[in-house]
């Protein structure tokens, strides 16, 4: 079995219930947008733009990880963390948000579905699997992910 196929298999273990399921599938995508507008927030030794800002080192970090676990990942990573980024970097230049704004929505945004989240493990029974091992919190979103992969028949 890959290492792929094995950190989805252990994270899927406490991921059970149907509406824990469906919670990580609001929630898990909510603490990645709000993580970057958190990120992006924070003042960069340049001037903000899409690529140079925390939230895309972070981007650039995590792909470099999801690149040695799977390709394909990888790949839709770069899709789904580009198009986050994309909204993150339009909101904060075309609504006028200046970073302290977009901080606190970020905040609030990331706070609310942590606490989704510990809610739906709640009623799953169990702890979430990121208290076990912190490589977890990169793994959830490609939880998600690995089922849109199935669904589309693309394999990982």
Known sequence: MSQIDTYLQQYGESHQNATNKMIHWVCVPAIMF???GI???????????LLTNWAAVFMLLTLMYYL???FTMFLGFIIIG?????GIDVIYKYVDFDPKSLAYISISIFVVAWIAQFIGHKIEGKKPSFLEDIKFLLVGPLWLLHFIYKKIGVGY
Do not use: A, E, Q, T
């Open 34 to 36: 709000s993580l970057f």
């Open 68 to 70: 040695k676990l799977s």
């Open 82 to 86: 580009g198009l986050m980024m994309l």
């Open 39 to 49: 990120l992006y927030s924070i003042p960069f030794p340049v001037d903000r733009s």
